[in-house]
């Protein structure tokens, strides 16, 4: 099982900004993953946000947060980020982080279903 680990949430006004933080356990990142943030809103599914394959540094956004939001990671710290800018309301959500061992294929990486391993979850709150 992939251990992963969310921080970094809050609220923020429009047009702000915020840098999420997911670190995952020592020895399934670096064996190489799927990772990345899924967000949800209440009464909805989980939306792909934002994944990286962490061999390939290849990168996945949903449609909604291109141009805003990039995705990143550290391989010393075990840790991938996501850096928000240009916050609306309609990034209000929770968001959480997920894993996946491995390589999934690029009509996979922004499914929930294809992801065993997720954080708690960090609530971001954008205010009009």
């Known amino acids: 099982q992939i251990q992963v680990v969310e921080s970094g949430g809050g609220s923020v006004e429009t047009g702000g900004s915020l840098t999420l933080s997911c670190r995952a356990s020592t020895y399934t990142y670096h064996n190489g993953m799927t990772m990345g943030w899924f967000r949800q809103v209440p009464g909805k599914g989980r939306e792909g946000v934002a994944i990286?394959?962490?061999?390939?540094?290849?990168?996945y956004y949903a449609d909604s947060v291109k141009g805003r939001f990039t995705i990143s990671r550290d391989n010393g710290e075990n840790t991938v980020y996501l850096q928000m800018n240009s916050l609306k309301p309609e990034d209000t959500a929770m968001y959480y982080c997920?894993?996946?061992?491995?390589?999934?294929?690029?009509?996979?990486?922004?499914?929930?279903?294809?992801?065993?391993?997720w954080g708690r979850g960090t609530q971001v709150t954008v205010s009009s």
């Open positions: 997920a894993a996946a061992l491995g390589r999934l294929g690029s009509q996979y990486v922004l499914h929930s279903m294809y992801y065993r391993d």
């Open positions: 990286i394959v962490t061999r390939t540094d290849s990168t």
